[in-house]
């Protein structure tokens, strides 16, 4: 059976090798193979990103786009007729009156321009977190003493008010935790309180809590069989770029983690397509860089392709990059040396077959025009063209607001996720226990005559941990093993390391 294929533009030949274009195509057995879109700002960067996009779609793949500047919502409607996308149309042999829109879900982790998107504490895990907090060594493992102990002990943390109480109990316990999980300073579990006043000021708040995302709401078909667009709403969001970045490295954890192993299917399971992709490694630390690294590697074998959008290959890390197998590259900006370089370094990332320098196209080409390598159907890269990129046939440019909001009422997942659950968790628990230790001292009897009363040891004798919450865990759901969490990016990869 021939592979499927998606069409992404024409490449002209050069004039020493004769007149014409060709099609250039991105096989879809290999689009789980991830890839870049790369160039200077107005260069066509979001152009190509929808029109890919909606390929995708109406192969009946299904794609989740986060959506910087808002450009990307007119990929919901029908594109129309327009002298510049017209002219190139024809110049492609393409027709000029097959305008259709895509089906679309629109998300928003504020809850104002789509669904609420949602994670738990216990979901997001110590690891994520940590980076998101901007936390140190020491305190990130203060940060794990507090998952241990919740897990230990039956306690959900689902929102920020949890993950608050629990610090002040782990603070409250630290004489007694220390023998078993190390030591807990004051100290550190002040900072990281008051670096989760900053994280919720933020509008982090917002994104922890239930219901959680469930993620097979994004891998979905319309009655068509088109593949559904999920857009993140991230114009606002990305004013907070740990929490954007934070969000992306939570979905491509979670995406691991419950999607089975199916190797190299016909065509992917899900695509996503992360824009201003420098902001996922921007002061990222090694260790963590080394854990994308991973999942980029292995969550293809999963049908998952992941398509990362920057102004320069160079933004994103060597052992990142590597991963990234269908390349279109729009132009680059050469005026200073530095820039120079990252051109000379984008173009040697090519296979060039020698027809035309690569280097100068790279600083030549005019909007709409890029170079494109992707993986052939033996798994190696096809030599570079350059390419008159197709355009969309839905629409270039923003949906408006009654648009949306007519999508918006039409969701499916509108009732699920817009209301708060918020269950009993950690929070109430350690609350309830509060009151009864408050209740239970304020019912014993003060002694009549303290002359008569036996000196007590120094310091009051505490019960232990296991102690503490017996009767708290036996009420807790289900067993142990079955609560116990894996979590921060891609926790069954940290097990063993």
Sequence with gaps: MTDKKILLG?????KTHGAGVYPVHLNLKRANRHGL???ATGTGKTVSLQALAESFSQQGVPVFVADIKGDVSGISQAGKSHPKVNERLQALGLPTDQWRGCPTVFWDLYGKKGNPIRATIS????VLLARLMGLNETQEGVLNIAFAVADDNGLLLLDLKDLRAMLRHVAETASELNSVYGNVSASSVG???RRLLVLERSGAKKFFGEPMLALKDLIQVDANGAGVVNILVADKLVQEPAVYSTLLLWLLSELFEILPEIGDPEKPKLVLFFDEAHLMFRDTPKALIEKIEQVV?????KGVGVYFITQSPGDIPDSVLGQLANRVQHALRAYTPKEQKVVKVAAQTFRSDKSFSVQAAITEMGVGEALISTLLANGAPSMVKRTMVKPPVSRIGAAS?????????????AEKYQTTVDRESAFERLAKRAE???????EKKPTPKRAHVAPKPRGRPRQSIAETFAKSVARSLGGKAGRALVRGILGSLFKGT
């Design 10 to 14: 024409y490449a002209t030949q050069d």
């Design 37 to 39: 879109i790369a160039g």
């Design 123 to 126: 979901d997001m895990g110590p």
């Design 191 to 193: 900072a990281i309180q």
């Design 297 to 301: 590697r292995l969550i293809r074998s």
């Design 401 to 413: 607001k009654a648009e949306v909001d007519e999508i918006l009422v039409e969701t499916p997942f």
């Design 436 to 442: 009864v230790a408050a209740k239970a001292a304020a």
